[in-house]
């Protein structure tokens, strides 16, 4: 036979070929099924009708207006209202991730009592009836026993009307016990109401400052209101708007803020006072002040002698005798020119404003070094002047009921010197019993033991105090001590109202409805104190007449309506038209019934008043001298009352530096812990807050391509010296205590200083959320002398591998 | 026919990452947990590059927000064996989800790092899937995503105009990235109008494209930072 | 059908089918072995195909790692085979005729686990048929595609072509029982005109063959090439693949010959000397890729593209100079001396050396993946790549499969040409002495 | 409800405008908040300022010229500087914007209206007046005063000076007794020291407790007041009324409402000496009644009297216009105006002249034609003659 292949050959071997394709291609369908049967291929989001509604951020003070996308009733989407005045249609990550506080799988679903003991609590679901039952019970049974005052409500002053609601509640309840959180801000609320007599919260001209000083304020990573900020940070990098405004960050490490400013002046921590008056002498010595708003406006620049005719020292010769370029340029560790440069610019580019002193929104400063700072301001006339630093407009408002207590508040404030509220003192009271013992404290929606830098002591208080229920959005560290905790409404399923954010000149009032009906069990708290109020009655009952939080929003429109003043959120060309009148003494509402303008409020967002007036003396500066007082004789008045203070602060009581904005001494490191611990804070955790949400936490680090996890950041040399390689886990060891973490290289670490970020580290809470440390438990308790004021930085540490 | 493209002011810029989150909000992009972080597996299409540079006291830092650049010239379209990603008529380079086999050349062949592989099917913890986006699709295990411009909101932007008889109008058309950002750092629009922001932004001379010697062309322009004159701008 | 000649194995040659004959006990229980590996494999398999790639250590940037570096390395294997025989075969090296099968087999066998390789990596190995449906020619993974299958269906045909006659043998040794032997025998009855159009059908498939080894490696090395990426967009890559995968595969060819050869004792018919001619092969291509390697870093370096300077310093002192340097001493600071030197160009010798290539051209391939992937032109965190254990298990269980499938094709066909041997012995001796007299002066040529 | 009672003065402009065609036929109304946003979009804000906001290359048109503008003066002006603009504007490589009709109205009524507002006063400058006046001889501003007359201080809430001239217009008959009484003359004050004055008084404020800002002005309202509460007894306008007080339609009115108040604080002892003279009870106004009855008056200046056709005429000729155009269908070099009848107003020659005055400039400078120059009242005139297209016998000279 032949060498061919016979047909049947043939198509046996095609067919084996096509058996061979076709076993190829069922072998492909067999692996597409298998994957398919090991795991579901895709996930269908429903859809449905899509629908707008206005919400209010209240992840920071800032009280973004937002503006959420629904599709059927789920919120899917967070987008910055556009005619809110504060953020303009932007929004910082904070607010973008509310989504996610929204639907956190970690949320508190009922109401819970704690069948077990603090220590090592057992939780009891339970329903809201029997929840509000037991907290009547307890603040009845104490009000009857007259031991109202002995009732302690925590929470963050959120500039909010629910905060007012609640301080209402308490004083109408008869206790002067309504207690904030600390806030970054402490230091130059000291320093603006030592020099210029006011409490209202300072606020900034920013869209039209030329210079822009920061001592230390981490001005792009959450101080004030973030998402202003920003905006105005980018109208200084607008050639459009034609002219560019510096921004100078003064600080010891090569933050992100420093990063984006136009020049960032490196600094021995602690040194910002003797920088700000370093300035102040070449503003001095060069005749770059404002010598009529010195003049005119304030009081200790020259020396000066007292009615009873003992002289004292001025800033001006202080500054002079004190402060020469080359001590302050040696204590710095800033070289001359710089200063004198700096100095320069400050004086030549005004409207000037200076900063400071803070590091991160939740640790306050040293006020004398925010004093030396605000003293910038005077020295070149930017106090209340355009561009400059204003005090935040008065919100109108009925006046609030009258106290029926005559105890004093737990931590022996409000001093005259100091106008916030001390928690760290009030713990420290509590513990004590004194003036009385606490026997009752309602958290409502804050963490102290995790967010305060003595937040053991806290919990120690919490221990102590017989009753305590906390509102809360998660089972955290506070929470866990509590005997009743009670599930509170995230941002977009309550009604909202939120007044001018911190550092923003014009008064300003959000207001939101609910944009999805409310999850769980969850409840607004303000809706609850209402309840509370009205099932007490009495005081509290008249006090709030209100049905719930809706009512009484309702009728703060009301009270603006009566004001007839402002205007309802809109476009920024019915903005500038409004101010274009109003500037003229007209007005042109909208709305012409009350009812009219709560409508419009709640589909534009809110109502504002646009207009500042500059130059309001006796509104802005109230000092006894009714001046800008470079020597406090607010302090000094307090001073001469209290003898301890001259020397806890280390000095003679006759010595009037204590009175004068001076730069107080830098410890020296205490032997074996060489590092300095500085705790910085980062955007999407600042406050602290915002370790439970995954977006935040991606991008929290991300400098550093960190995420989930805090680090602890060193200089190159100082790594390179101990031996720790980048990334590697080490130790890190205070007087305090010591943590696992892991060590960064960071070229930006002034060298001899360590930072680690803050709201790391929950040990309670969400799971998401515990990864890394909290620098708060290794921070010293440190004070210092003027307001009482915890002191972040100060605390040395060591560091060594693990 | 517009080309879609974005300028990014680097001198604007505050690094806030609030772009970051709203495209991840705005896309369905799930998150990773801690230790595929740690592995570098983090979901974003758009991300802040840092780039340091110097030695304590001299420092200098450039924080790039780098969305997918979406080049004239893109290098990923080319080697794809299967013609799931493409350029369309405006520029926007897609990718076909359905259609990915998953071999990665495509982002092996991006010189930017700016596509993204589905290393898991996406997980949505508790109730965060309903937060999903029903516009976008949510990606399965095994392919390629990236930046798509938020063509589901053109296409949105578009349908409106319509309604409203009127032509897509600068601004109708934002992505969530541009939309969201608090300082105004990015804008966008068609390059091909000249008289569009994003095209007179495109021809300033702080404009740059990334790796712009490598002929990929980005539609991307980010503009460099510029210096503190001393000057009160164009004022004096 | 007309005169039915029975084709039998002559008794000197019966050696080489006693694998298919008789297999001893040890065969199970390696075959066992390798089974459990291919199991462990699959195992990893399901688990990747079930949670993800995720449950490798790729990640962003290193995008590809071992199973890219599997299928280059697999791919390079494959042209031990065919192109080797098929050249040694066009230049009538007679020595060849022991080893040509053992060669092509290698490499049909082991370009499915190239092709795996890929399956391996892909995100959807689902959606692979997608590569046919919505093709697209720009790119080079689907000129891959392209090559790969012709190459495998070239070299399937150039394996099966000179298999004919021995499964002839075989079919007609069970006496045409087994329908499986009398259909691959496709009527072989070793006529005269049968041969001839064998020899020719050989011949044209060996010229055909070697342009194909070629350009298949060559595309792969195109994957890489064809993009910008530092260290990769090489215009010598072409060249360099192709010596890289002729230099690994003749070192596995060195291995399995030896292996054969011990286990199946055909001491006989793979003598020093073919180990000694492939020896020296080996080292030809050893100083060739040496050549290459220098070639490609030395133009890296002056070119001083920072991009390619980062990529480049991590190989030769960073993170990679590990591996780096162990490949730079596996692939020619080892086996060079080896092969250069007589006395240990001996069998042990070139295994030894042979198999410091194979793991030195194993870590070649993983050097240009990983560290260009790791070092993206923009500064976002430098990728660390570790394999994990689905990886590992997966690449372990490749090589062991391909092990097993080697075996089971010794159980079932010769592994040394019965036929060419017997050829040789019959016909090539004349043959040679008469094309020799041809190359001497004063006599005609042959043809 | 936004059309309702509360209109700014000049948003009153587009109803009485409506309303009262027979005033002028080429009258064509306008809103000011549409204004302003054609104002901004056209990039007007890029070199003109608008009360020292906005840019700075070029004239502040609510500051600049420092009286009063009627649309016809506002016309003339914008023309005789037109070619001077486009230049700067081509060295600045601007675009020269266009403007639709209504667009270019409701930018007159955007300028005319904030040309009506008072800047922010001087409060060092309204110290120094309230000493340099004795007007604290008997107010007080702080613990520090005399205290015959109301501490100054109580008045901080009065913003505007609408509510100035109502507060003081309330009380002066009572204050010029006290001061005759005292031995006080009767202070006189000029331009923006109203202003001055309210700055300073605010800035005594401590934490002002209310605003009382009046809403906008309603004119219609105000032409009703002027009549019920007698003004029109006295006050003439433009030849319409009593005889008794001077025409208020002929005076030069002043820019702003500030400087209006001072005039009146300085001819207050005259008119009520006048008052008492006929007997007459001065009138009592509320805040927002003396608002209204402002912006009437000052809506009745935005027009001109209105032209006259003959000496439109003789302007169209001998400005040139006529050797380009032709005011009717005539045949000419330049377009026909004869789409004009009817339909002229000062307005539409502003919106012409930015559409077509490029163009007609360069074709005037390469035929070397001088580009004319306008008064307003030729303005009138021209426009007059222009919408009566050629007869213009049958409108001319009539007064409405």
Redesign the interface.
Known sequence: ??????RR?FV??AGGGALGMAAS?IG?EA??R???A??A????????PESWALGVCTQCPAGCGLRVRK?GA???????NPLHPV?Q?????K???E??T?????RLRAPMRNTGTRKSPRWMQISWDEAIATLTGQLRKLRDAGQAHTVALVERNRHSLSSRLMQRFMTAYGSPNYLVLPSGQDALKTAVHLQQGVTQPVAYDWDRA?YVLSFGVNL?EGWGS??SI??A???W???S????T?FVQVEPR?S?TA??A???V?LRPGAEAALALGMAYVLITEGLYDAAFVREHTFGFEDWHDDAGRAHQGFRSLVLSEYRLQDVAALTGVPEETILRLAR?FGN?RPAVALGDSQTSTLPGNPYSAMAVHSLNALVGSIDAPGGVLIQA?MPASPPPGSVTAWPRIDQSPSSVFPGHHLAEAARAILAGRPYPVQAIILNEVNPVFSMPNGTAFEQCLDQTPFVASFAVFLDESAMRADLVLPAQTDLEKWQAVTSPPTFPSAVQSIAAPVVPP?YQARQPADVILELAHQLGGAAAQALPAANFEEYVHAQAGELF????GSVFSTS??D??NR???????????Y?TAD?LWEQMQKQGGWWDPTY?H?????VLKTPSGRFEFYSQTLAHWAAAHPEFARNAGMKPDDDRLFLPHQTPIADPPPGYPLLLLPIEV??LAGGEGGHL??????AG????E???SWLEM??ETAHKLHIPDGAIVWIESRRGRAQVRARV??????GVVHLPLGYGHTAGSELSR?GVNPLSLLEDRREPVAGLPQSAGTYVRVYPS | MARWGMAIDLAKCSACQACVVACQSENNIPCVPPEEARSGRILSWISLLPELEGEYPRLSMRLVPLPCLHCDNPPCILVCPVKATGINAEGTVHQIYPRCIGCRYCTTGCPYTRRMFNWYKPEFPGDLALALNPDVSVRPKGVVEKCTLCHHRLMQAREEAKAAKRPLAEGDYLPACAEVCPSGAITFGDLDDPASAVAQLARNPRAFRLLEDLGTKPKVFHLAEGEWSGGRGNQT | MDVETKLEISRDDAVLIQPIVAARGSFYYLAAALLAFSALAFFAWVEQLRRGLGVTGLNVPVYWGVYITNFVFFIGISHAGTLISAILRLCHAEWRRSITRAAEVITVLVLFFGVGSIIMDLGRPDRALNVLRHPNFRSPLLWDVCSISVYLMASTIYLYLPLIPDIAILRDRTGGASWFYRFLAAGWRGTEKQKRRLDRAIAVMAVLVIPIAVSVHTVVSWVFAMTVQPGWHSAIFGPYFVVGAIFSGIAALIIAMALIRRIYFLHDYLKPVHFNHLGLLLMVMSLLWFYFTFAEYLTTFYGGDPSHLTVFYSKLTGRYALAFWTMFATCFVIPFPILAWRRTRTVAGTVVASISVIIGMWLERLTIVVPTMSQPRLPWATGLYSPTWIEIAITLGFGATFILLYMLFTRFFPIISIWEVQEGREHSLPEVIERVRSYMPGTEPVQ | MKTGVLILILSALPLLGAETVSRGAYFVPGDPKAGMRVFLDKGCARCHAVLGEGGRTAPDLARVPAGHLSAAEAVAAMWNHAPAMWNKMRVERLNLPRFSDPEMTNLFAFLYSVRSLDEPGDPERGRRLLSDKKCLECHAVSSAGRGAGPDLRTWTSHRNPVSWIQAMWNHGLAMRSLMAARGLSWPEFKDNDMTDIIAYIRTLAGVPKTRANPRLANAEAGARLFEQKGCATCHSFRGAGGKGGPDLGVRPLPRTLGQFATLMWNHAPAMWSSMQAHKMAPPQFSNQEMADLIAHLFTQRYFEASGNADRGRRVFEEKGCGSCHSPGAGAARGPSLAAWRGAASPVRLAAALWNHGPLMLGTMERRQIPWPRFLPAEVADLMEFLGAGQRPRQRAGGKP
């Not at chain 1, 708007?241 to 560019?244: F, L, T």
């Not at chain 1, 009566?562 to 003043?565: I, K, N």
């Not at chain 1, 130059?615 to 509104?619: A, K, L």
């Open positions: 036979m032949s060498f061919k292949v016979g050959d046996r071997f291609g492909m692996i597409s298998f994957n398919e090991l795991a291929e895709q996930m269908q989001v429903p859809g449905g599709v789920r919120a899917v989407k967070v987008q910055g953020n249609g932007g929004l910082c990550p607010g973008v991730a989504l996610q929204l639907y956190h799988p970690d030329q792009l973030p998402a920003m905006r940070f980018g109208r990098r607008d050639p708007s034609g002219r560019r510096k090569f992100l990063s984006r136009d020049e960032w490196p610019e580019h008065v999850r009566a004001a007839q003043s060309m019915e500038a038209w274009l009148l109003d500037r003229s003494g007209w007005w042109s509402p909208t012409a009219e007036s130059g309001e003396w006796q509104r955007l999407p995954p977006y935040l936490q991606q991008i991300s400098h550093l391509f995420a989930w996890e200089d190159p960071y070229a930006g670490v002034r060298p990864g």
